[in-house]
């Protein structure tokens, strides 16, 4: 009897080895856990890059003269060189672009596009948006807002592009000025939409537009510290006069 007893007792040691194991395991599941938040973003940027260069080299490459190519001399093939003839050939078209042979060669090509139906809106479409990415202005969105979207109560992060001007400015009903506002989707804040809003809706937001566009793209999830909010005027003037007194 007392035998049987015994075979249900629960031994101490057993129960303190299964939690050691437990613990064990959570502390390596975490680690793993640390080392690919570390890992992932760093092996993707890796792999990107090494993919868009090899994808560059097999459009270039051919294109290239073999007497061009080092491989010819070396007898290696160096990655990413086709990415360097494009860059090269890109700045000596945008150079010669800027000079008045290029200028009339390029209106020249294009009143010849003009002339064909199909490629004509092709090339317009993408020539707009080229123009709209890669154009060097001075025009950019300079700061993120909260704005009453869908409906009130429920509000979305947006970027202020620039005043409403011109016939919108005017047909609007509105007594103070309107704002152009794009209102980004998330995970992707390349595609939106475009509000006019009054500027009295428009709440202003401390966090800059980089951090702005994370917290879109994250969904939330990545959320920008809150900066201290500055000290009034005349605090900092009896701040001041108190540290000049001491």
């Known amino acids: 009897m007392f035998e049987k007893d015994d075979q249900h007792q629960t031994d101490p040691q057993d129960g303190h080895g299964r939690h050691i194991g437990r613990s064990l395991f959570a ?3 975490n ?3 640390a080392g690919l938040v570390v890992i992932a973003p760093v092996g993707l940027t890796v792999w990107l890059i090494w993919t868009v260069t090899g994808w560059i080299d097999g ?7 073999n007497q061009f190519k080092p491989e010819q001399y070396i007898g290696i093939d160096i990655r990413g060189l086709g990415v360097i003839f494009f860059l090269l050939f890109t700045l000596l078209v945008g150079w010669t672009a800027k000079g008045l042979i290029g200028r009339s ?3 020249w090509g294009e009143r010849l596009v003009g002339r064909m139906p199909i490629v004509r809106s092709i090339y317009n479409g993408l020539k707009q948006i080229a123009e709209t990415v890669f154009a060097q202005s001075e025009a950019s969105f300079d700061r993120a807002v909260l704005i ?3 409906r009130k109560g429920l509000w979305a992060v947006a970027f202020v592009s620039t005043r409403a001007r011109g016939e919108i400015n005017r047909r609007i009903p509105q007594d103070e000025q309107m704002l152009a506002v794009f209102l980004p989707t998330t995970p992707n804040p390349t595609s ?3 509000l006019f809003v009054p500027q009295g809706d428009v709440i ?5 537009v980089e951090e702005a566009a994370k917290l879109i793209i994250s969904a939330g999830l990545v959320s920008p510290e809150e900066r201290p909010l500055p000290v009034p005027e005349p605090l900092q003037e009896i701040a001041q006069r108190q540290k000049i007194g001491a």
């Open 204 to 208: 202003e937001l401390e966090m800059s």
């Open 148 to 150: 009453e979207y869908p």
């Open 59 to 65: 459009f270039v490459l051919p294109l290239v003269p």
């Open 192 to 194: 939106g939409f475009l």
């Open 31 to 33: 680690n793993f856990l």
């Open 27 to 29: 502390r390596l599941r």
């Open 105 to 107: 060669f390029i209106g």
